[in-house]
């Protein structure tokens, strides 16, 4: 078997087990793009650490006057989702990446991915203050900080990559594989799917059983069939390798 580093695992857990004292809840996901926001806070818009999302929540509730040790798990999970704290997709890649890049001695993200498409000085300035906020799925999919490989090349910290996917084919997805053992690989995402309904979506675990190694990824058994299908129907579904 083969993971991630004890760094990166741990960031994982702290999304499918958000650190506030005497619950049990993973992340809600949150779409940056159906909210239309650009800036603000972190935890508002998608991006946030395990701990800026604790904290964040910590601070309305005192606001709002609420008691989250007295509330239960499914309240708190509500409450999370009512003020739209969560996080998206790529921000859940980013921090987990981070983390593993940094154990692995290679440094933070931040300076492992490159966006040359920046080409206004004060755009790349805001880059430069703001990195987790100014990358999306496009980012880690762009050839500059990615390479498509083989199945079975397949390592944990690689991509799945889906560009063009929902109906109209303008929503991009990313998954990151996070363990390997035998012919199952696992991976984490952030995800809410139409039957999810408003509060039961966000930072999940799933596999991929390999039946037939000669055949693609989509042609493998997901335990997840509804994202299975959604990536057949995409425009693009690959793995890719983070540039290193």
């Known amino acids: 078997m083969s993971s991630l580093s004890t760094q990166a695992l741990e960031v994982i ?6 650190p506030f004292p005497g619950h ?47 509330i ?8 999370l989702i009512d003020k739209k704290i969560g996080i998206d997709c790529s921000g859940l890649v980013y921090h987990i990446l981070d983390a593993e890049m940094k154990a692995q001695g290679k440094g933070s993200l931040q300076k492992i991915l490159k966006r ?18 100014n990358t999306g ?12 490989i083989n199945l079975k090349d397949l390592a944990p910290g690689d991509l799945i990559i889906i560009m063009g996917a929902g109906v109209k084919q303008d929503y991009n997805h990313i998954l990151l594989i996070n363990q390997i053992a035998d ?31 000669n055949k693609s990824l989509l042609d493998q058994t997901w ?9 057949k129907k995409a425009k693009e579904c690959k793995i890719a390798r983070l540039r290193t």
């Open 183 to 213: 012919n199952k690989i696992q991976y984490t995402h952030s995800f809410q799917y139409p039957n999810d309904g408003l509060y039961n979506h966000g930072v999940r675990q799933e596999t991929i059983t390999i039946t037939d190694p």
């Open 72 to 79: 239960t798990d499914e309240e708190l999970k509500k409450f």
């Open 223 to 231: 335990s997840e069939p509804q994202m299975q299908d959604y990536a």
């Open 13 to 18: 857990q702290n999304y499918l087990h958000l």
């Open 116 to 133: 040359p498409w920046f080409k206004n000085p004060i755009r790349k300035l805001l880059v430069k203050l703001r990195p987790i906020e």
């Open 24 to 70: 049990n809840i993973s992340c809600p996901y949150f779409n940056n793009r159906r909210a239309r926001l650009r800036g603000g806070l972190r935890a508002l818009i998608g991006k946030g650490s395990p701990a800026d999302i604790v904290e964040e929540a910590t601070i309305i509730s005192l606001r709002e006057k609420i008691n989250l040790n007295k």
């Open 137 to 148: 799925v496009g980012t880690f999919n762009h050839e500059i900080n990615s390479m498509e």
